[in-house]
């Protein structure tokens, strides 16, 4: 299997476009998101709208940020999303 072949160090290297923006695909239930994160001021926008109108749960919005404030990054890092499929629970997660 090749994943046998990569190095601890090839694991942690960080990969960004040219944008310097970080990109991964999520799934959670029937919902798929894709991420880009870049340095910022903390802004989230989901399918081009703001975290709070998007998500107007309190509940919901929690569960967007939680890696983030778990990591203390909440105030360094933009967060531009697309998500689509399931609800909004599925799609916050």
């Known amino acids: 299997m ?5 190095t601890e160090n090839e ?8 944008l310097g923006r970080a990109y991964s695909t999520g799934r959670r239930k029937s919902s798929i998101a894709r991420v880009w994160i870049k340095p910022g001021s903390g802004n989230v926008v989901v399918n081009g709208r703001k975290e ?3 998500f107007s749960s309190k509940s919901h919005r929690l569960l ?3 890696p983030l404030v778990l990591t203390n990054r909440k105030s360094e890092l933009d967060v531009i ?7 909004l629970s ?3 997660g």
């Open 90 to 92: 599925g799609q916050a």
């Open 81 to 87: 999303c697309t998500v689509k499929g399931g609800g």
């Open 11 to 18: 694991k942690l290297e960080k990969k960004v476009d040219s």
């Open 64 to 66: 967007l940020n939680q």
């Open 2 to 6: 090749q994943a046998e072949n990569i």
């Open 52 to 54: 709070d109108t998007y």
